[in-house]
């Protein structure tokens, strides 16, 4: 093993911080998402829950409760929420996007079928509903229930934004945060608010935790196209051969001319893809400066999560979460 | 147009004495069903809201709080709620049962794709909650979070009952509940919740919700079979195509012979079918007296949503929703 694969990223370290609180999180989420009545239920979701995947959106609602100074176990139960929530829009993403693998493994809608991930789905979500009642907090209904809003839209407007190269960079941004960081941002916010936050941190918490996710986001559009370099790979090109429209691709179309346009139109805009398209489409991300323009879009989005916690009070987890940013967008520098 | 059919349901009398509440019902369904950035939404939304269904559940939440007194606003909001609730599960069940037809028209998933009513319904699901937390009651949300998850638990239930002769009245019952009593129920309750009714009244509207619920779903499993008659038409069958276990098939099976048995594993079981399977089903049915028993039990539901009203204070509503109880079975007298 390498040094540099030895050391800690900051995630590894807040989680490490946060380990106990972890641990309640994981116990609360095999005990709420069990069904006494339909053991199909805790079979699609051990299989998704058990894989694991990073648990990055609990850290971020643990994080935000503890460095601002909570002492109560409400936060347990945000967290658990906001997991119920992501796990529910994958099961149902695995069907809209007709996946076969996730987290290496392959999907619940190919292990079981459409109709197990759809309903479970619904099962986690109303699950996720009856964890934050027990908060007693309407304030925290409120903000789960408007993340949860914003991030049906962004996907139903990913659908039609799909193979349609009048996407402009504000529909992007709307289906990024649909994506991503409408729950990045909720897990902080609401971390904030049980732990009775004043104001001003409430806010931070909320516009990083969105800044952090459209940073994430940007950085795994652009390694889609291989990164600033344009590097192929074999897990690169799925956007390009899904028709889906990414900050790279608009970038590229706002500077395109005649003939480049009718290269979108052609693999974009019908799908009618050919050996070669995707190094044709990387030379011309790479003509108009796409790729770098995204990096740098990227890069600005990761500062501004840093800025937003520049008035928080000093904390560990502060410093953290600052790293995090960073870290964000490591994989593009 | 015969007199027969002149003659007004409890159910249009409720609407009609209820009419400006359920127009303001049908407004905010409007607005509420609306997303500035993704029209694909109310395009789907509005096929569905605009062939109107019967609007019953909403109807029985307006009931519960204008029979209990109340006098404010919040009720418009929880029918919606409710509304959107049903909406959504609908939208989900015509991709889990690959439907193509629905309230007489094309369904959704057939006119759009999938993607669109998974995706649709899990915005209207996120609309109804952030209807519910405007209305400041955690136990409204506690009520409706519950019967949500009794849905989809119900859902996923009969996914794994289907094909499976073992399915006895008990998961038969709580199939029905997630398929129709569990969203009834909680539209009375929450009614009369928002109403401040003392406990004995929130409790019988709860019980009148969940009868009534049962009555109605057991009447429709009959009338699959062609009522207590048994006789073929055009909507008949379907349950039996589907492989769908429900009460007539519950009760026909636990009084087979071997041969019997052998029949209900080759259809049901295997869906092996061929034709006159569906006659010679019906001819068992009859020979075990299974729709006549069903009959019976579907009559004893709706007799119970009546009794749960009896303690209830006079009111011309009370009456009717008693009526209601009557009509929900009078297709199967």
Same mark, same amino acid.
């Given at each position: ?76 139960? +945000? ?39 759809? =309903? ?35 996907? *139903? +407007? ?6 349609? +190269? ?8 709307? /289906? *990024?945060? &649909? ?10 916010? *609401? &971390? ?20 952090? &996710? ?7 559009? =652009? ?21 889906? /429209? ?31 398209? =995707?190094?044709?489409? =990387? ?51």
């Amino acid at each position: 093993m390498s040094g540099d694969e030895a050391r800690a990223t900051p995630q590894d370290e807040l989680a490490r911080l946060l380990a106990d609180d972890m641990a309640a999180v994981t116990a609360t989420i095999r005990a709420r998402m069990a069904s006494e009545h339909a053991p199909r239920i805790p079979e699609v979701t051990a299989h998704l829950v058990e894989a694991g995947g990073k648990r990055l959106r609990p850290l971020l609602t643990l994080a935000a409760a503890r460095m601002l100074g909570y002492a109560g176990d409400h936060h347990i139960r +945000l967290a658990a929420t906001v997991e119920f929530i992501h796990t529910a829009t994958l099961l149902h993403d695995d069907v809209v996007d007709e996946s076969t693998r996730r987290r290496g493994r392959p999907t619940a809608n190919l292990l079981w079928d459409n109709k197990s991930s759809v =309903l479970v789905g619904d099962y986690l979500f109303a699950r996720s509903f009856q964890l934050m009642v027990e908060t007693g907090s309407l304030r925290v209904l409120d903000i789960l229930a408007q993340a949860a809003a914003t991030i049906a839209e962004g996907e *139903v +407007l990913q659908l039609t934004a799909a193979q349609n +190269l009048a996407t402009d960079e504000e529909v992007y941004l709307r /289906v *990024v945060r &649909g994506k991503t960081a409408a729950l990045f941002a909720a897990a902080a916010e *609401v &971390g904030a608010v049980i732990a009775g936050a004043p104001e001003p941190a409430v806010r931070a918490l909320a516009a990083y935790g969105d800044a952090l &996710g459209v940073a994430f986001q940007m950085a795994d559009d =652009l390694l889609d196209y291989g990164g600033a370099a344009g590097v192929i790979g074999k897990n690169t090109g799925d956007d390009f051969r899904e028709g889906k /429209v990414t900050l790279p691709v608009i970038r590229a179309v706002a500077e395109a001319d005649a003939g480049e346009r009718a290269f979108w139109e052609r693999t974009i805009g019908r799908r009618d893809q050919r050996p070669g398209d =995707l190094e044709a489409a =990387l030379a011309l991300l790479a003509r108009h400066g796409a790729l770098e323009a995204t990096r740098v879009e990227a890069l600005g989005w990761a500062g501004r999560a840093r800025d937003h916690l520049a008035g928080l009070p000093a904390h560990p987890i502060r410093d953290l979460l600052a790293a995090l940013a960073g870290a964000a967008v490591d994989r593009i520098r």
